[in-house]
């Protein structure tokens, strides 16, 4: 089986789809400004994005990983994510935090889920 890669770029890809699961690298918000709901859903977007062009959707998540840098912010991500996530298919998760590599940015989300 071959491994389909999207978005490659010289460090990273943004998705990669192997024997009908699809990888997600770390989704961040485009907007740093915005406080901890904006940037989730920006990422939250993101994560919709990458799905849908690899053949996914939210309803097909297997984990996710939540890094947030502050854990004063885990309401508000939490708020984000309660609304965007599809409910009766909520998927195995972690939230941890996390020192991100962008001082402006709160929040950063990696998923995996099925392809089909």
Excluded at 15 to 32: M, R
């Amino acid at each position: 089986m071959s491994i389909q890669r999207f978005h490659v770029g010289n460090r990273l890809s943004e998705s990669a789809v192997y024997n009908g699961v699809v990888y997600l690298a770390g989704q961040v918000p485009e907007d740093g400004t915005l406080d901890i709901v904006g940037q989730t859903r920006q990422v939250l977007a993101a994560i919709d994005a990458r799905l849908e062009e690899a053949g996914s959707d939210k309803t097909r998540i297997l984990s996710t990983q939540i890094f947030i840098a502050d854990m004063a912010d885990f309401q508000g991500m939490n708020q984000a994510w309660d609304e965007w996530v599809a409910k009766g298919n909520t998927p195995p998760r972690a939230t941890v935090q996390a020192l991100l590599a962008d001082p402006t940015l709160k929040v950063e989300i990696v998923v995996t889920a099925a392809v089909g």
